[in-house]
């Protein structure tokens, strides 16, 4: 069974930065994509950004320029570092992984506020 353990949530004043990680309980290279997802209170869950296994990244219209996703192989570890934080940034945040074909795996989440 794979696990995800997202960590780095919390909240935060409008224009810092927060750096979430998505920890992996095997080999991330084992996954041919993993994302950020997002989801705020009354909206559907979003895509955020993914990165494929190749180091490809892309990324939501909505955070181009200020987010970036990256993967520490060795560690096992997803990053979403998040710059420039707006309030509309404020939802709970979930790693995924997906094997193909059809083999998905969620983490539980971590809550992300942007407020003054």
């Known amino acids: 069974q794979v696990q995800l353990v997202e960590s780095g949530g919390g909240l935060v004043q409008p224009g810092g930065s927060l750096r979430l990680s998505c920890a992996a309980s095997?080999?991330?290279?084992?996954?041919?994509?993993m994302h950020w997802y997002r989801q705020a209170p009354g909206k559907e869950r979003e895509l955020v950004a993914g990165?494929?296994?190749?180091?490809?990244?892309n990324y939501a219209d909505s955070v181009k320029g200020r987010f970036t996703i990256s993967r520490d192989n060795v560690k096992n570890i997803v990053y979403l570092q998040m710059n420039r934080l707006k309030p509309e940034d404020t939802a709970v945040y979930y790693c995924?992984?997906?094997?193909?074909?059809?083999?998905?795996?969620w983490g539980q989440g971590t809550q992300v506020t942007v407020s003054s």
């Open positions: 995924h992984a997906l094997r193909i074909p059809n083999y998905n795996y």
């Open positions: 095997k080999s991330i290279l084992s996954f041919n994509t």
């Open positions: 990165i494929t296994s190749g180091g490809s990244t």
